[in-house]
Nanobody, 123 residues
């Protein structure tokens, strides 16, 4: 299984970005997917997760109402739409594939990780 995240960039506060994560493997549609982020000098933190069929999503309080996770199982791709971005959203964003089908905020539930994409939000 390989995951490749892309779509990061630099935006001003209040702007939007859409991250994508393309996954290899035939069992993508059976696994929950998640997004995590890590800012300089900080620990990795959970951002959003989606269950195997997209019917259930889960967000960190810090992004609730601003970010939206979705997936297209036909394309083996998960997305993170980020709106009203804030400087504190600046981080490297990682997509990850869970070992199970249910959405989870716990990093140890995810066995496969992408390489990360940088998001920088300026004030």
């Amino acid at each position: 299984v390989q995951l490749q995240a892309f779509g990061g960039g630099s935006v001003q506060a209040g702007g939007s970005l859409r991250l994508s994560c393309a996954a290899s493997g035939r069992t993508f549609s059976m696994a929950a997917m998640g997004w995590f982020r890590q800012a300089p000098g900080k620990e990795r933190e959970f951002v959003a997760a989606i269950n195997w069929n997209g019917g259930s999503t889960y967000y960190a309080d810090s992004v609730k109402g601003r970010f939206a996770i979705s997936r297209d199982n036909a394309k083996n791709t998960v997305y993170l739409q980020m709106n009203n971005l804030k400087p504190e959203d600046t981080a490297i964003y990682y997509c990850a594939r869970s070992v199970g089908a249910a959405a989870s905020s716990r990093a140890y539930d995810y066995a496969y990780w992408g390489q990360g994409t940088q998001v920088t939000v300026s004030s």
